[in-house]
Nanobody
Framework: QVQLVESGGGLVQPGGSLRLSCAAS????????MSWYRQAPGKERELVAA????????NYVDSVKGRFTISRDNAKNTVFLQMNSLKPEDTAVYFC?????????WGQGTQVTVSS
């Protein structure tokens, strides 16, 4: 019943920007903290950014601080990841995650490729 659908990925040059979206349904979105993870080939999945249920607090992995911004629109059941000053090292599949009733729920992922 819980569904998370990411969109907005693509191919971008170094220094460019992308805005990822995650559309949520099947749970009370406004009461759930949300997060973005990413996974590159041969690498472990890592937490990129997280946001509290009301959007009042955010957290980022050091490698993206100052470049990425997580936000949410609870009226639209959507969480965003604005990615600026992209680097080749940011290339990965990006996943949206919600924790609902003690279970992790994942979207299908969206590919971000940063290359010249």
């Amino acid at each position: 019943q819980v569904q998370l659908v990411e969109s907005g990925g693509g191919l971008v040059q170094p220094g460019g920007s992308l805005r990822l979206s995650c559309a949520a349904s099947g749970f009370t979105f406004s009461r759930s903290a949300m997060s973005w993870y990413r996974q590159a080939p041969g690498k472990e999945r890592e937490l990129v950014a997280a946001i509290t249920s009301a959007g009042g607090s955010t957290n980022y992995v050091d490698s993206v601080k100052g470049r990425f911004t997580i936000s949410r629109d609870n009226a639209k059941n959507t969480v965003f990841l604005q990615m600026n000053s992209l680097k080749p090292e940011d290339t990965a599949v990006y996943f949206c995650k919600a924790i609902v009733l003690w279970y992790d729920h994942w979207g299908q992922g969206t590919q971000v490729t940063v290359s010249s």
